[in-house]
Nanobody, 115 residues
Framework: QVQLVESGGGLVQAGGSLRLSCAASGSIFSIVSMGWYRQVPGKQRELVVG???????YYTDTVKGRFTISRDNARNTVYLQMNTLEPEDTAVYYC?????????WGQGTQVTVSS
């Protein structure tokens, strides 16, 4: 199994920045790729950005140029740096790990951007 713990959400004004962290533990050797998703009430969870084992990142169009995913392999942690935040970025953000033994989610962290 893989356990994921997110942190770093909060309330920020439009134009501000936040950095989310996702710490992985357990069967981390089985992880193929990781990513960040977000969900607002009444809508489907959507992919924000993913990163492959080789380090290739793929962003949804609405966050390109504003969000950056990175990882620290020594700490088994993936980060999401979010800059120039907009009210439309308000959502619960979830960390996801796709592994050879299954797909795993973190508990989610709320990001609220005020206008």
């Amino acid at each position: 199994q893989v356990q994921l713990v997110e942190s770093g959400g909060g309330l920020v004004q439009a134009g501000g920045s936040l950095r989310l962290s996702c710490a992985a533990s357990g069967s981390i050797f089985s992880i193929v790729s990781m990513g960040w998703y977000r969900q607002v009430p009444g809508k489907q969870r959507e992919l924000v950005v993913g990163i492959t084992g080789g380090g290739s990142a793929y962003y949804t169009d609405t966050v390109k140029g504003r969000f950056t995913i990175s990882r620290d392999n020594a700490r088994n942690t993936v980060y999401l740096q979010m800059n120039t935040l907009e009210p439309e970025d308000t959502a619960v953000y979830y960390c996801d790990a796709d592994s050879v033994i299954g797909n795993y989610w973190g508990q989610g962290t709320q990001v609220t951007v005020s206008s």
